[in-house]
């Protein structure tokens, strides 16, 4: 939903996206299921991304972007106290340039990032027991959860990808000068 939303909006801009096909694959990573950092965040989204590249080739298929998403979390201390941050990083690659964008962050209770981060789960099985709800991933996610639906996952991964693939939609500015 984030990819063809993102796309949506582009091409209200740049006309040549509102013919974008979406082919979406499942793939593997190395990173830990439940990323706790940027690193693994972002490492996430480009091994996805190269994965993906991978699949359709050996199925002697190409993309103009392949796209790669990973969200979890991000810790940092402040003063002494610890903030733990849901957040995911998009990546983009025409298979020669690779960009990077950022979900906004949202404050993760600190009893659920414990629960997640101490008890080494993902984040998808915490959220479900917590609010009661079985799948919350497929559906607005735990940026729903914590949000009150104000921001769900896929519109925190909209604003990464709008991020993401703004070197591929604004190339002038992304241009040497």
């Known amino acids: 939903m984030a990819v063809r939303a993102s796309i949506a909006r582009i091409a209200a801009i740049d006309s040549s996206w509102a013919e974008a096909t979406v082919l979406a694959r499942p793939v593997e990573t190395t990173v830990p299921a439940m990323p706790l950092n940027d690193w693994e965040l972002m490492q996430g989204a480009r091994e996805r991304a190269l994965a993906v590249r991978v699949h359709l080739r050996a199925a002697r298929r190409e993309a103009d972007i392949y796209v790669g998403l990973e969200g979890g979390f991000h810790s940092i201390s402040i003063e002494g106290e610890w903030h733990t ?22 404050s993760v209770p600190p009893a659920l990032a414990k629960k997640v981060i101490e008890g ?22 735990a940026w729903g959860i914590l949000s009150r639906d104000l921001v769900t996952r896929a519109m925190s991964f909209e604003v990464a990808l709008v991020a993401a693939f703004a070197p591929f939609y604004n190339r002038k500015m992304y241009t040497e000068r």
């Not at 941050?85 to 949202?106: C, K, M, N, Q, V």
């Not at 080494?120 to 996610?141: F, H, T």
């Open 85 to 106: 941050f849901l957040r995911g990083w998009a990546y983009a690659s025409d298979g020669t340039t690779g960009t990077f964008g950022a979900t906004p962050s949202i």
């Open 120 to 141: 080494r789960r993902e984040l998808g099985l915490v959220i479900d027991e917590v609010a009661g709800i079985q799948d919350v991933r497929s559906r607005q996610g």
